[in-house]
Structures are given as C-alpha cells and as structure tokens.
T-cell receptor, first 116, second 112 residues
Framework: AQSVTQPDIHITVSEGASLELRCNYSYGATPYLFWYVQSPGQGLQLLLKYFSGDTLVQGIKGFEAEFKRSQSSFNLRKPSVHWSDAAEYFCAVGAGYGGATNKLIFGTGTLLAVQP | SQTIHQWPATLVQPVGSPLSLECTVEGTSNPNLYWYRQAAGRGLQLLFYSVGIGQISSEVPQNLSASRPQDRQFILSSKKLLLSDSGFYLC???????????FGDGTRLSIL
C-alpha cells in the first residue's frame, strides 16, 4: 500500500539558516510527489510537484525538492529560511494518478518553527 | 482563474445535531472534488471524492456523507454529529488529468 513518512514532527531553525525536511514514500510505480505548506488555520498551498524528468524541482517561495528513487525520498530544502516560513509542511504521493481519481496520500506533517 | 470556496470558516455544534458544509469551485468545469479531515497532530485523511455529479466514493466508514448536486458543488453532511467528528475539514479540487490538488481555506468544526 502507498504511504508517506515524514520522520520529523517538529523542527526549529534559526532565521537565515538552511532547511531540509525529510519525506520518504512507499509506492509501487513511478510516484507523483508533492509538497504543501499550511499556515495556522488555513488551507494547504502547493509548494512544488514532481511528475517526471529532472529530479530537482523548483517551487515557490525559494523552495526546492530532490527526488531520489534509490532512497524513496523527496526531501524539501531551502538555503535560507525566513521567519514567514514558519508553518506546517506536508509531503504527499499521488495514489491514484493518471486516472480520474487523483487521490493523494499525505504524511503526518512537519511543524517548522523559525527562531529570530 | 479558478477559485475554491468553503463555508462556514468556523462552526460550533452540539452533539447529535446535523451538519452541512459546503464547497464550491469557480472558473472550471467537471473538476474532481475531495473532502479531507485533519485531526490535531495528524495528517490529512481523505473522506470522500467525486469525479462527477452524483458520483461519490467513500474512503472510510464514518458518520458523515457527501453529495454533489451540481458540477462545482460538494457538500459534506451528517444527520447526528459525534464528538469524534471534531476537526478541520478541507475541500480540494483538481482538473482532470495529472494535476495537483488545490485546497480551500477549511472549516474548523468543534463539537460540544
């Protein structure tokens, strides 16, 4: 069965420091992978997506993620964190993609705190 | 451009009362629609999805139901709410094909 694991429940970084959020997935075929961000009390905003091709994908707000098939990982990175990046981040894999369902399986999220 | 609306934003209901949450999408036609629930400290759980009017698929057995009376309208309902129905409910849509889902701002439901 498809699954997504985000091993870090909570991460604290200093403003200006680099960031890496981990995501591991389990999926039998070529995965469609996503990172979403959620501010408190808000919906989810798409940061970036991987469908195929270049394994390093660029997203909004200066984020990037790298797909590594051998490690079944899709880690999110940012070279310099801003205070406004404090939020919860969700990794997701497309469980029914390519058809009419387009279902997503989400990880449990990583809550990012940014220290001044 | 496409937009998705959910209402209400916040709802406080007594146990045993009915529920109706509404989600509408503008600027597109024939979208796939989804209802998720997000419990504190947990990820998103897919509750229902719909690929067309009147077509509803349920992912988990529960006290809730969904309906799609119009192409761009998705409703989440319950006849009698339970305490365990508390949570943050999110609606999402996607066009056909390989496209990511886009989410509404959610409804915070508290059951007393």
């Amino acid at each position: 069965a498809q699954s997504v694991t985000q091993p870090d429940i909570h991460i604290t970084v200093s403003e200006g420091a680099s960031l890496e959020l981990r995501c591991n997935y389990s999926y039998g075929a070529t995965p469609y992978l996503f990172w979403y961000v959620q501010s408190p009390g808000q919906g989810l905003q798409l940061l970036l997506k991987y469908f195929s091709g270049d394994t390093l994908v660029q997203g909004i707000k200066g984020f990037e993620a790298e797909f590594k098939r051998s490690q079944s990982s899709f880690n999110l990175r940012k070279p310099s964190v801003h205070w406004s990046d404090a939020a919860e981040y969700f990794c997701a894999v497309g469980a029914g993609y390519g058809g009419a369902t387009n279902k997503l399986i989400f990880g449990t999220g990583t809550l990012l705190a940014v220290q001044p | 451009s496409q937009t998705i609306h959910q209402w209400p934003a916040t709802l406080v209901q007594p146990v045993g009362s009915p529920l109706s949450l509404e989600c509408t999408v503008e600027g597109t036609s024939n979208p796939n629609l989804y209802w998720y629930r997000q419990a504190a400290g947990r990820g998103l759980q897919l509750l229902f999805y719909s690929v067309g009017i009147g077509q509803i698929s349920s992912e988990v057995p529960q006290n809730l139901s969904a309906s799609r009376p119009q192409d761009r309208q998705f409703i989440l309902s319950s006849k009698k709410l339970l305490l365990s129905d508390s949570g943050f409910y999110l609606c999402a849509w996607t066009p056909r094909g390989d496209q990511p889902q886009h989410f509404g701002d959610g409804t915070r439901l508290s059951i007393l």
